[in-house]
T-cell receptor, first 111, second 115 residues
């Protein structure tokens, strides 16, 4: 069953804590993306990666970090520098042609 | 600022009616895409229309693109309660870079179809 998985579904962060959101795909796609969605808003690009071991900042990269050590995996770390992390985080991938395939999302909440 | 802006922000219709959503954008594009999002879920791709196309159909969906007006519309015919969701347009810039496939999303139209 091909697709993109994200875990966990819900994540709670304490003040000053770094947390990591997982994104895995078995679609053999080269490009992967992380978006942030706030209530009633569209998606804003945090980071993207076009190929293994390479990634680029998106529009709102401050307070976030990523890695791309494997083609299948693109984890996102929300650092303590991100002062307003509460949001819905979506991971996506594309193999070409421009259509993006999305995971089910992770909702991050602050305790 | 975001590239695409959908209109209206919210739309409520009766089952069986047609729903029309509009999207305007600001710069030249390679293509425009429409996505659907059920509450609390990921986005699902509906349809892609390239800059040299004017109209495209997929089942009950009809998308038009007017590059001179920098606008697109999504028509859902004979709506069903299951069509209730948020709909987003997304644009791929003309110069998005080889292999980049970056999309810029609008804020979406929230569609409610009443049974």
């Amino acid at each position: 069953d091909g697709g993109i998985t994200q875990s966990p579904k819900y994540l709670f962060r304490k003040e000053g804590q770094n947390v990591t959101l997982s994104c895995e795909q078995n679609l053999n796609h080269d490009a992967m993306y992380w978006y942030r969605q706030d209530p009633g808003q569209g998606l804003r690009l945090i980071y993207y990666s076009q190929i293994v071991n390479d990634f680029q900042k998106g529009d709102i990269a401050e307070g976030y970090s990523v890695s791309r050590e494997k083609k299948e995996s693109f984890p996102l770390t929300v650092t303590s520098a991100q002062k307003n992390p509460t949001a819905f985080y979506l991971c996506a991938s594309t193999g070409g042609g421009g259509t993006q395939y999305f995971g089910p999302g992770t909702r991050l909440l602050v305790l | 600022s975001q590239q695409g802006e959908e209109d209206p922000q919210a739309l409520s219709i009766q089952e069986g009616e047609n729903a029309t959503m509009n999207c305007s954008y600001k710069t030249s594009i390679n293509n425009l895409q429409w996505y659907r999002q059920n509450s609390g879920r990921g986005l699902v791709h509906l349809i892609l229309i390239r800059s040299n196309e004017r109209e495209k159909h997929s089942g009950r969906l009809r998308v038009t693109l007017d590059t001179s007006k920098k606008s697109s519309s999504l028509l859902i015919t004979a709506s069903r309660a299951a069509d209730t969701a948020s709909y987003f347009c997304a644009t791929m810039g003309l110069y998005s870079g080889a292999g980049s496939y970056q999309l810029t999303f609008g804020k979406g139209t929230k569609l409610s179809v009443i049974p």
